[in-house]
């Protein structure tokens, strides 16, 4: 064993005890030698102890044992091509079998699983986990260097570590290579960590993949694109090329019949060229499939048809549609919230209806559309992620949008504190003395341990999903309701007090601090919040309940329900997950008056929360006869408006004070009706009335049509041209961004701030600046690890002017891992040959010893041991101020030895006074029996008494004189000057004075 520090130069400090070693040598000369360089001795080693720690000391010592991880790609490419036999499986557990068979008894074993993620199906012990099951986390792709590192980090300190590798090598995302010399170079032990591996080759025997398609990202209006489709086959074979144009088949075949063109495939890659004529519209996605000729039990020449589909799209400038989210009516083509719509198709106006759940799930489908209008809308049925979308629809693409009231609309619908409301030209936020207090809700979450499983493989649990759902719906809420948070599980505890909704920020971080842990007891718990909600003030009064489990007194809930419900409370309930008693739940919320909820997916748990809330927004409706009054802000909107019926009303919201909002129509109660305002590059609209029901009296008005439409038109997104260009390119988990930034006579614009938004399949935006590489052009690149439509959005500026934006996209091919059909065996050569491993053949097991240590050094384990030397330092501190604070030297010196002696020889002197005295007075008593004694004079008690008082004081001399090392001086001489005397002690004298009054007084008689 030995010493090592993590910083060596901090041990200069040591220095500092040689200037504190002279300086106590001087300052402690008064103590006896060995008190001082005891006090000297103690300092320094304090002085050590501290500078120690400071520089980190560790205790390194050499483990023999060998902690071995098998990381396994079980990736599509793996299962379907690789040279395993019928159960790859089997074949890596009967590989991994033989390799344990050298296995010590101190040796650690686990097993890491990956595809597009990796998971760890047992962490390194030294149990027998070879039955473990070998199951893939079921993300598309293959990661083998994420796979490296996670399996890296399971590796014990304490112990050497291996890795090894099985796989084919074919990686989708990340650098295993780049991972590998990171293992090579950053172990815990300095001397890198070795990673076998064991390559899995490919048999692949008919096969088609269609490797790309290929569209141009920018067209003109009405022109024929050219779409270059690339397949590759393993054999002569022959099928269908199929293309569909938005899901629609596109006629391809020329006037043969059918929509499909036969192709004869050769062995190698083929490439089909086809001419395509856009239609009208902006945004144009294409879908190439082949279709393999079929035979009796499958395909002739294709066995995976996974990897026959490839899609890319093409972007036309020119205008684009209206979409008209229909709340009202769900989209119903003859419902009442169709009646807006078919007014505006016959101003000519394209317009596409859908209803709320049928809004685009990307931006590339929203390209699509110049304006926006959300009818009835409420914020439940938009995710997040979709309101974000079309905040930068409008922001950056300058698209516009136009909210229409209901019921379900502006702030009864919930959208106050949404990311849509931030753009609205009204706000959602009313005055205290309009809704105080409305609502007072009390959040009953589930908290057990059963809520900390994980959402649908991803790495959010679903506690967090509550958790986040939850504070959702209380930002959503006025501050004026009443809201508080009660979490259950074997018991409850008060997350957060009913009280007002002052500070929601702070309340939802309370609700996401909820973490889950224990058992399932819901009835104290709702009680708990009835007796909270029991003394509110408010006009509504709801229990929300969550539980993914089944209460260990579920019995009890329904009476409890109507029990809470009597008090006048709502009690809704959530169920989530398939393992949730939904009976019990669902019989509770009935019975309390309230609805019920069961959700399979908790990523649905925002929308529900929200919905739920929802019910308390109802006082946000003023419903009454309105009439329609124009300000004088000159809208362009609101010519004509004089004239307007009345309406049968609103939504309330709130005048904003911003200088560039238009408040072009106000109703009699004071209300805002219609405003807008320019966001970014967009307009935005908002009227708190609907377009239907308190609109009745406006739908035979001719002024109706002229509004709508003029509305429309007015704000729909006017195409703007630019001479710049901007280009997207996918490959190897990677998009590279280009822009070409040209003004308008065709010259390189230099100094530009050009921030681009990359939106993403399945995950949250990126946001990249490009830097300037040349004369007018920038370059950036932005991760592309999912398949699917990236849509890239550059928002130049030059200086505090904002230039055109530009939108271009790419398509990322699905199932690209079975793009390639053979093996990447010099990637995993060189994963062993950078970090010193073994290549293991597959086929020969018994050669595969896991736990060889012949190519292994010992791995030198440190463990840190500052908690040692603390414990070390406090019991120093100690000894150094005892011995500076305590006079311990003079139990060991020669005058204590004298002082003790001197003591005892007075003690002894002091006694035989004593005796002497009471012999005396007993002979004074027998020969005077009639009681006559002889008593001392004051002269002679006098002088007992100084005698005694130059005793005391000598003693205490001598005492200080031994404090400060120094010898005892000799007694002073008597007090009463008897020089010409013989020295004698007081006592003797005072005796012989008693014995000659005594011989007198018997001369008397």
Do not use: C
Not at 981 to 988: A, F, I, N
């Amino acid at each position: 064993m030995s010493l090592s520090f993590e910083d060596p130069s901090r041990l200069y400090l040591l220095l500092l005890a040689l200037p504190l070693a002279v300086v106590g040598a001087r300052w402690f000369r008064a103590m006896i030698p060995l008190r001082r360089v005891s006090a000297v001795g103690a300092r320094i080693v304090l002085i050590a102890l501290i500078v120690g720690m400071l520089a980190g000391a560790r205790r390194v010592r050499e483990t023999e044992s060998l902690a071995t991880i098998a990381v396994i790609d079980l990736s599509e490419s793996v299962l379907r091509f690789g040279d395993l036999g019928p159960d790859p499986v089997a074949a890596i557990r009967a590989f991994l079998s033989h390799g344990v068979q050298g296995r010590g008894p101190d040796d650690l074993f686990g097993l890491v699983v990956f595809d597009g993620r990796a998971i760890a199906t047992a962490m390194p012990s030294r149990a027998d986990v070879l039955e473990r099951s070998l199951e893939a986390p079921g993300v598309e792709g293959s990661d083998i260097a994420a796979a490296l590192r996670f399996a890296a980090a399971l590796l014990p300190p304490d112990a050497t570590g291996r890795l090894v590798l099985f796989s084919d090598g074919n990686e989708t995302t990340g650098s295993a290579a780049a991972a590998a010399a990171e293992l090579a170079g950053t172990s815990a032990s300095g001397r890198g960590l070795s990673v076998d591996v064991v390559p899995i080759s490919h048999m692949v025997g008919d096969e088609v993949i269609v490797e790309s398609l290929d569209a141009p990202p920018r067209a003109a209006p009405g022109s024929t694109v050219a779409l270059r489709v690339v397949l590759r086959s393993t054999s002569a074979t022959r099928g269908t090329l199929q293309l569909t144009r938005e899901g629609e088949p596109v006629d391809i075949n020329g006037p043969e019949p059918g929509f499909g063109r036969v192709v004869d495939l050769e062995p190698g890659r083929n490439i089909a060229l086809i001419n395509v004529p856009l239609e009208r519209g902006r945004v144009h996605r294409f879908e190439a499939v082949f279709v393999p000729d079929r035979r009796a039990g499958g395909f002739v020449g294709d066995v995976s048809l996974a990897n026959n589909t490839a899609s890319a799209f093409t972007l036309a400038p020119g205008r684009g549609s209206v979409l008209f989210v229909d709340g009202v009516s769900n989209g119903a083509p003859t419902g009442p919230g169709a009646i807006l719509p078919n007014v505006l198709r016959e101003a000519d106006v394209d317009v596409r209806v859908v209803p709320p759940d049928g809004f685009p799930d990307d931006m590339l489908d929203l390209q699509a559309y110049d304006l926006v209008m959300l009818a009835n809308v409420p914020v439940e049925a938009m995710r997040p992620e979709q309101q974000v979308m079309l905040v930068s629809h409008v922001r950056d693409l300058g698209a516009g949008l136009v909210m229409i009231g209901g019921p379900d609309s502006f702030g009864a619908g919930g959208w106050h504190g949404s990311e849509l409301e931030r753009i609205l030209p009204v706000r959602l936020d009313l005055p205290d003395q309009i809704i105080v207090p409305e609502a007072a809700l009390m959040f009953v979450l589930d908290s057990s341990g059963s809520m900390g499983a994980s959402v649908l493989g991803s790495m959010r649990t679903q506690q967090q999903v509550a958790n986040e759902s939850a504070a959702l719906a209380i930002q959503s809420l006025d501050k004026a309701d009443l809201v508080g948070v009660i979490a259950f599980n074997d018991g409850y505890r008060t997350v957060l007090p009913l009280g007002p909704n002052s500070n929601p920020e702070q309340a939802a971080a309370r609700v996401r601090s909820i973490a889950p842990g224990g058992g399932t007891t819901l009835g104290p718990a709702l009680r708990a919040a009835a007796e909270e909600l029991a003394g509110g003030d408010a006009k509504t009064k709801q229990i929300i309940v969550l539980s993914d489990g089944r209460s260990s007194d579920s019995d009890q809930l329904e009476s409890l329900g109507a029990e809470v419900g009597s008090m006048g409370i709502r009690v809704t309930a959530i169920a989530v997950g398939d393992a949730a008693d939904t009976k019990s739940l669902e019989r509770m919320a009935l019975a309390g008056g309230g609805a019920f909820y069961s959700v399979i997916n908790p990523s649905m748990l925002p929308r529900i929360f929200l919905k739920a809330v929802r019910v308390v927004r109802s006082p946000l409706i003023r419903e009454g006869l309105l009439r329609v009054r124009v300000s004088d802000s000159g809208s362009p909107l609101v010519p004509g408006m004089e004239e307007a019926p009345a309406l049968g009303g609103l939504v309330m919201s709130r005048f904003r004070e911003e200088p560039n909002v238009v408040n072009a129509l106000v109703a009699s109660s004071g209300d805002p009706l219609l405003s807008h305002w320019n966001v970014g590059l967009g307009q935005v609209v908002a009227f708190t009335s609907d377009a239907h029901e308190w609109a009745s009296r406006w739908i035979d008005w001719p002024g109706y049509r002229t509004f709508w439409t003029r509305v429309a038109r007015s704000v729909t997104r006017v195409p703007r041209e630019s001479s710049s260009e901007l280009r997207a390119l996918a490959g190897e988990g990677i998009l590279s961004l280009e822009l070409d930034a040209l003004d308008s006579a065709g010259h390189p614009v230099d100094l530009l701030d050009v921030p681009v938004t990359v939106y993403r399949p399945g995950r949250e935006a990126v946001t990249v600046r490009l830097e300037q590489v040349g004369p007018g052009r920038y370059a950036g690149s932005v991760p592309a690890e999912d398949p699917g439509a990236h849509i890239v959005i550059a928002r130049p500026r030059q200086g505090a002017t904002r230039l055109t934006p530009l939108l271009t996209g790419v398509t990322v091919p699905q199932g690209s891992e079975l793009s390639t059909i053979e093996a990447n065996r010099a990637l995993m050569l060189q994963i062993a040959q950078l970090t010193g491993g073994r290549v293991l053949d597959m086929s020969q097991p018994r050669e595969g010893v896991l736990f060889d240590r012949q190519q292994l050094e010992p791995r030198r384990a440190s463990t840190p041991i500052w908690p040692t030397l603390l414990a070390w330092t406090l019991l120093v501190y100690l000894l150094d101020v005892g011995t500076r604070r305590v006079a311990w030297d003079r139990f060991v010196s020669r005058s204590f030895g004298a002082d003790i002696r001197r003591e005892i020889r007075e003690s002894v002197r002091a006694r035989s006074v004593t005796s002497t005295g009471a012999l005396l007075e007993r002979a004074r008593t027998r020969e005077h029996p009639e009681g006559r004694g002889t008593a001392l004079g004051q002269a002679d008690a006098r002088h007992l008494a100084e005698e005694a008082r130059q005793r005391r004081r000598e003693a205490y001399e001598a005492g200080k004189r031994a404090l400060r090392g120094q010898t005892v001086a000799p007694p002073a001489p008597p007090l009463d000057g008897g020089g010409q005397e013989e020295e004698k002690s007081g006592l003797l004298a005072a005796k012989r004075r008693a014995q000659q009054r005594i011989s007198e007084d018997a001369d008397e008689r």
